[in-house]
């Protein structure tokens, strides 16, 4: 007769190379007995950062040296970046709460990024022309939002970063903010889905500016 133990728990997944874990992973449980509660949704990986980790792994962009990880949360995408392509990773969050969280996340992949805490409106034009590359995953899930992230894109633009790719389950206030960039920057609007451990579909918002 079959054993009837139980099954294991599943605490993290890889992807792409990277371990993700979940919120009952040791090293999560651990920051969170120490008093850290992400007040902005910063309270697990979200799966547009997949699509972010998948296209990035696929169309891996020329410019990568300087990269910009915009409301990061765990942080999940910049650390592939530092970790697959070597970049020198800023992660920003209006959170400061997120970065014990994110810093969990970087040890089990064995990275490192900068931490910043800043809003959107707060990134100068000055600022943004030290990267090469803006990354970000689901940072335009409220109405009052849209206009500082199209904002964003727009300095980011005249910034000169070469490359803005910011991914999103296609809520409607991501693809307002999209298709005002599709109208003014000729930017690229690119339904996504990648498998594997983690499954998700969604959308990317891509801005060559090479």
């Known amino acids: 007769m079959a054993g009837s133990g139980k099954k294991p728990v599943i605490t993290e997944r890889k992807f792409r190379g990277m371990i993700m874990p979940n919120t009952s992973h040791p090293a999560i449980r651990r920051v969170r007995r120490q008093g850290n509660q992400p007040s902005i949704h910063g309270n697990k990986l979200w799966k547009s950062s997949c699509l972010l980790l998948d296209y990035l792994g696929k169309r891996t962009p020329e410019h990568h040296g300087r990269v910009l990880d915009v409301g990061c ?12 392509l070597g970049s020198e990773v800023t992660s ?29 409106e707060q990134l100068s034009t000055r600022e943004l022309a030290q990267y090469d590359l803006l990354i970000a995953a689901d940072i335009c899930f409220w109405d009052e939002l849209v206009k500082p992230v199209t904002n964003l894109v727009n300095r980011a633009v005249k910034a000169g970063v070469k490359h803005i790719v910011i991914a999103d389950p296609e809520r409607s206030t991501f693809l ?8 003014r920057h000729c930017a690229e609007l690119l339904p996504w889905r990648c498998r594997g451990s983690v499954e998700a579909r969604g959308a990317l918002m891509v801005i060559e500016n090479a």
């Open 73 to 84: 949360g765990w942080g999940i995408a910049g650390l592939w970046c530092a970790a697959r």
């Open 176 to 183: 307002e903010m999209a298709q005002t960039c599709v109208d």
């Open 92 to 120: 920003m969050d209006a959170d400061p709460d997120v970065f014990p969280y994110l810093d969990a996340v970087a040890a089990l992949n064995g990275v490192q990024t900068r931490h910043l805490v800043k809003r959107f």
